[in-house]
């Protein structure tokens, strides 16, 4: 399957909390949080949207954040947080999921005694979803 129908056009790579590219976005999905989101903002067109709902960088908040000058470009930041979810929005997930056929397998399955090799994969280049580990027993 290519690269778009899997809900994407192209790979970034962050090299110490940096973006690798000059290129600027409408919208972008910040998945590692506050430690590199700075440098996300300033990869955004003016009137982007970013969603902060990642917090991979292992830092927590945001430290000397000025809100009307680090979005000065009027940059849409919004947050998701999994306690705010509820059954009618699962079911609205769902049916979306059905109405426009979204392949939601995961990209790999291992077995409970390949968690060394899951993890190995998960920090590999070649991982781009999500895999799941089963508990044979």
């Known amino acids: 399957m290519d690269k778009e129908a899997q809900g994407y056009d192209g790979i970034i790579q962050e090299l110490d ?3 690798q590219t ?7 999905l910040e998945l590692v949080g506050p430690s ?26 945001l430290k000397n954040f000025d ?6 470009k009027n940059i849409y930041l919004t947050t998701f947080y999994s306690g705010n979810v509820s059954s ?4 609205s ?7 426009y056929q979204v392949d939601v397998r995961p990209e790999k399955i291992f077995s409970l005694d390949q968690i060394r090799a899951a993890h ?18």
Request: net charge negative; with cysteine.
């Open 17 to 19: 909390g940096l973006l």
């Open 22 to 28: 000059d290129m600027t976005f409408n919208k972008v």
């Open 36 to 61: 590199v989101i700075k440098d996300s903002i300033a990869h955004m067109d003016a009137y982007g949207v970013i969603c902060s709902t990642g917090l991979l960088g292992g830092q927590w908040y």
């Open 67 to 72: 809100p009307t000058f680090d979005l000065k």
């Open 88 to 91: 009618e929005q699962c079911q």
């Open 93 to 99: 997930l769902f049916d979306y999921i059905e109405n």
């Open 120 to 137: 190995d994969y998960l920090d590999s280049p070649q991982a781009l979803g999500k895999i799941i580990v089963l508990n044979d027993d």
